[in-house]
């Protein structure tokens, strides 16, 4: 059965911190390895990973494929409040994972 | 960026009766729309993938007469919600793309059910 795995669910963290969220899938059909910010409604495309190892950068987001690991990471550094929000990951567009919540205080 | 738009944001309805929800792609045509719902501190689980003028498909354990979705233009589709039950009440999104599967998702801003 295809699945993606966020760890960690639920993380809190004082502004300017740096964090580290994880994301690690099975699935039969790969195609890429996207990551959405979900604050209140609707999910926000933040990267999509095809090439392992090449790192994807944008402010203070960067993200990683490693296909030899099935898996993929989110980094944030200098955190604020306003990147609180549910960090999606998803496989090839159908399969998501259940989501970190991340909690910025100031 | 590209903007979708559903609607409505919220309904409320009566046991046994039926509610569509739209999703339109506003500035771009949309080959492919995806329907997910949504239980509170769940993720999003994908209920079917809709290509523009072809049947729906369905994801496992979704019924197909119940979820009815229609995706009649590139930037229209609907998912009706038949006899709706209070165990259908739930969050449900739309997601649309340009190109299928591979390319990033634009999200609508979703729909709460709630069936009384």
């Known amino acids: 059965e295809d699945k993606v795995v966020q760890s960690p669910l639920s993380l809190v963290v004082h502004e300017g911190d740096t964090v580290t969220l994880n994301c690690s899938y099975e699935?039969?059909?790969?195609?890429?390895l996207l990551w959405y910010k979900q604050e209140k409604k609707a999910p926000t495309f933040l990267f999509m990973l095809?090439?392992?190892?090449i790192e994807k950068k944008s402010g203070r987001l960067s993200s990683i494929l490693d296909k030899k690991e099935l898996s993929s990471i989110l980094n944030i550094t200098a955190t604020q409040t306003g990147d609180s929000a549910i960090y999606l990951c998803a496989v090839s567009n159908l399969i998501f994972g259940k989501g970190t919540k991340l909690s910025v205080k100031p | 960026g590209a903007v979708v738009s559903q609607h409505p944001s919220r309904v409320i309805c009566k046991s046994g009766t039926s509610v569509k929800i739209e999703c339109r792609s506003l500035?771009?045509?949309?080959?492919?729309m995806f329907w997910y719902r949504q239980f509170p501190k769940q993720s999003l689980m994908l209920m079917a993938t809709?290509?523009?003028?072809?049947?729906?498909?369905?994801e496992q354990g979704v019924e197909k007469d119940k979820f009815l979705i229609n995706h009649a233009s590139l930037t229209l589709s609907t998912l009706t919600v038949t006899s709706a039950h209070p165990e259908d009440s739930s969050f449900y999104i739309c997601s649309a793309s340009w190109s299928g599967i591979s390319e990033k998702l634009f999200f609508g801003s979703g729909t709460q059910l709630s069936v009384l």
């Open positions: 095809t090439s392992s190892g």
């Open positions: 500035d771009f045509q949309a080959t492919t």
């Open positions: 809709s290509n523009e003028g072809s049947k729906a498909t369905y």
């Open positions: 699935v039969t059909n790969f195609r890429s």
